[in-house]
């Protein structure tokens, strides 16, 4: 069955850094999208970065553009995101998803696409 598996999360200092991890494993093929998520308390789960399996592509929500990184070790099945200069408002339960969905989708970064999800890790910045 399919499987995802965030972890790296952690309490970090305002200014800080950290690298998410996700394993995953038994992908329809039909997926052509892998990335992050993120979701506050009392806010909606909204997108951080997506990829474009199909060439490589990635998008990034403005509000981190600049600071995170988004990268694919298809080989090993991982995605990364690499997070720098974190900020309070970074402060979330940060989920991998994946999903076949269409080029708009991907463009804005649209979480309703997504129906594979893993269990999250929180990061908290103070």
């Known amino acids: 069955d399919v499987q995802l598996v965030e972890s790296g999360g952690a309490s970090v200092q305002t200014g800080g850094s950290l690298r998410l991890s996700c394993k995953y494993s038994n992908l329809p093929p039909t997926m052509n999208s892998l990335g992050w998520f993120r979701q506050a308390p009392g806010k909606e789960r909204e997108g951080v970065s997506l990829?474009?399996?199909?060439?490589?592509?990635?998008i990034y929500a403005d509000s981190v553009k600049g600071r995170f990184t988004i990268s694919y070790a298809k080989d090993n099945e991982m995605i990364y995101l690499e997070m720098n200069s974190l900020q309070p408002d970074d402060t979330a339960m940060y989920y991998c998803a994946a999903g076949s969905i269409s080029y708009n989708e991907y463009k804005r970064l649209d979480r309703r696409a997504f129906r594979l999800w893993g269990q999250g890790t929180q990061v908290t910045v103070s």
């Open positions: 990829l474009w399996t199909n060439d490589g592509a990635s």
